[in-house]
């Protein structure tokens, strides 16, 4: 487990659910999830599956006999939301602790820093917070500049940042602000979709090779291993047996250099196209 700068644990993985939305695919993938020990469930409203997470895992709590705190889920808060509100989303929190069947979320995270109600927002996550509906808040999508305004004009630090982050886009800057300020920093698209070049790299199916493990697996435990809490994505049951498998194995510290190397500063979700004035 991960733990947080407010005392908090996280797992050190979490699966990410954006464009599952159907209901029977979900269930099977988040079942064979919690088979394996992957109880950390990332969703959003734009996700539209909320009120599915929430069915799945009252039925996984009752045929495992499981307890909702031996789950971690994540939700938040979008752009819409963000502007409809003001800011002020209070009532968003509760609509999404309905579709979720839950009394508190695990983490609430800013999905995308909009300039016009960042403050605002990042304020009322402050009040879900102390009020005990979230155990943990943060932000996603965020530069270094974002992090150290919403420090400096609230005060009050983010305990989690969720960026996109593989070997093609290392985000060193925000990760090493993460690591020097107790924020637990996680990264989704973990493997970048394993686009070209990675499964064509020398450096990674070397490492592979040497291990016995996969390509995918080699990456996630790079995450892992420079402090990251991979956030990965899948509708293929096989992949989550893949990922349990990261371990069981140590990289080394010339290894990890490699990895790190690949770094060309791609980014697959364009801040411009998303999040205006980003």
Same mark, same amino acid.
């Given at each position: 487990?991960?733990?947080? #700068?407010?005392?908090?644990?996280?797992?050190?993985?979490?699966?990410?659910?954006?464009?599952?939305?159907?209901?029977?695919?979900?269930?099977?993938?988040?079942?064979?999830?919690?088979?394996?020990?992957?109880?950390?469930?990332?969703?959003?409203?734009?996700?539209?599956?909320?009120?599915?997470?929430?069915?799945?895992?009252?039925?996984?709590?009752?045929?495992?006999?499981?307890?909702?705190?031996?789950?971690?889920?994540t939700?938040?808060?979008?752009?819409?939301?963000?502007?409809?509100t003001?800011?002020?989303?209070?009532?968003?929190?509760e609509?999404?602790?309905?579709?979720?069947?839950?009394?508190?979320?695990?983490?609430?995270?800013i999905?995308?820093p909009?300039?016009?109600?960042?403050?605002?927002?990042?304020?009322?996550?402050?009040?879900?917070?102390?009020?005990?509906?979230?155990?943990?808040?943060?932000?996603?999508?965020?530069?270094?500049?974002?992090?150290?305004?919403?420090?400096?004009?609230?005060?009050?630090?983010?305990?989690?940042?969720?960026?996109?982050?593989?070997?093609?886009?290392?985000?060193?800057?925000?990760?090493?602000?993460?690591?020097?300020?107790?924020? %637990?920093?996680?990264?989704y #698209?973990?493997?970048?979709?394993?686009?070209?070049?990675?499964?064509?790299?020398?450096?990674?199916?070397?490492?592979?090779?040497?291990?016995?493990?996969?390509?995918?697996?080699?990456?996630?435990?790079?995450?892992?291993?420079?402090?990251?809490?991979?956030?990965?994505?899948?509708?293929k049951?096989k992949r989550?047996?893949?990922?349990?498998?990261?371990f069981?194995?140590?990289?080394?510290?010339?290894?990890?250099?490699?990895?790190?190397?690949?770094?060309?500063?791609?980014?697959?979700?364009?801040?411009? %196209?998303?999040?205006?004035?980003?």
């Amino acid at each position: 487990m991960v733990e947080l #700068s407010n005392g908090g644990m996280m797992p050190p993985m979490i699966m990410g659910t954006y464009k599952i939305t159907d209901y029977k695919t979900l269930k099977k993938i988040i079942r064979k999830a919690v088979k394996h020990g992957f109880t950390g469930l990332d969703t959003a409203y734009a996700y539209e599956n909320e009120a599915i997470i929430g069915n799945v895992v009252a039925e996984c709590m009752r045929d495992f006999s499981m307890q909702r705190s031996d789950f971690y889920i994540t939700d938040k808060i979008d752009i819409w939301q963000m502007q409809e509100t003001q800011g002020k989303i209070s009532e968003n929190v509760e609509e999404a602790l309905r579709k979720l069947n839950t009394d508190y979320l695990d983490l609430l995270l800013i999905h995308w820093p909009l300039p016009e109600y960042f403050v605002q927002t990042w304020e009322s996550f402050v009040k879900v917070f102390e009020q005990g509906k979230v155990k943990a808040i943060g932000i996603s999508n965020v530069k270094k500049r974002h992090l150290k305004q919403i420090i400096t004009d609230t005060g009050f630090s983010p305990h989690v940042v969720q960026n996109e982050r593989h070997p093609l886009h290392t985000d060193t800057k925000v990760l090493e602000f993460c690591k020097s300020n107790d924020i %637990v920093y996680q990264a989704y #698209s973990p493997v970048a979709r394993m686009i070209e070049p990675l499964p064509g790299s020398m450096e990674l199916n070397t490492i592979a090779e040497k291990y016995n493990k996969t390509v995918g697996q080699v990456i996630i435990r790079w995450q892992i291993q420079t402090g990251a809490v991979p956030v990965f994505m899948t509708q293929k049951t096989k992949r989550i047996e893949e990922y349990a498998g990261v371990f069981d194995f140590k990289l080394e510290e010339h290894e990890i250099h490699s990895i790190s190397s690949l770094d060309i500063n791609y980014k697959m979700t364009l801040e411009s %196209v998303i999040c205006p004035g980003f």
